[in-house]
């Protein structure tokens, strides 16, 4: 039987929004850690699911309290839950996100967020030397029904030292390769919320079984882990 996201979950973000301070915070701290301890269930039970098909070292729910040191919006506060699941390194690269919020914000993520400076150079230079492979993935009908298209920040232009030209530039300029899913109120309180999240993390593995590839092999495709 699949644990749900408790329905006072999304009352009690909504009612944080308009009392976004300590003080409340405060006076409700007991109902928010009642309510985080439920949906911290359902994150666990989503990891197992995961670990059923995907091999996943961890997951982490994200902290409630906001980082307002080098932010210009100093509510105290997030609403609503975050969580990650990471991937066995350094084999398999990628992860997933699941973010519960209030008002139909909610959403599933995947992909390479930030990936890193080498990583990132790694892996245009393989789209440079041949696209065909990942152009075939992403745009598999069933992987498209699932996660649409790339979403994520990219250059206006080509980066340094590749051409502006270059067929497949539209792949190199990218500085993110994520893929998202919303979900609406509804959908995230039903009983199945879990079951398609988890089946929608399991359409993803064509591109992460690429994308690792790409990133623990060299150009000539010899291991470099």
Known sequence: MNETIPRETFTFF?????????????????????IEAEVKQVYHQLFEKLSKHDQVDKFKMFRIYRDVRFSKNKLPYKTHFGGSFGRKKPELRGGYYLHIQPNNESFIATGFWEPNKDDLLRIRREFEQDAEDIRKIISQKAFKSVWGNIVGDELKTAPRDFDKEHPAIDLIRKKQYIFTKKYTDKEVLSSDFIDNVNDSFKAIRPFFDYMSDVLTTNLNGESII
């Open 14 to 34: 909504k009612t944080l929004e308009k009392n976004n301070n300590r003080d409340w915070f405060n006076d409700h701290k007991k109902e928010f850690k009642e």
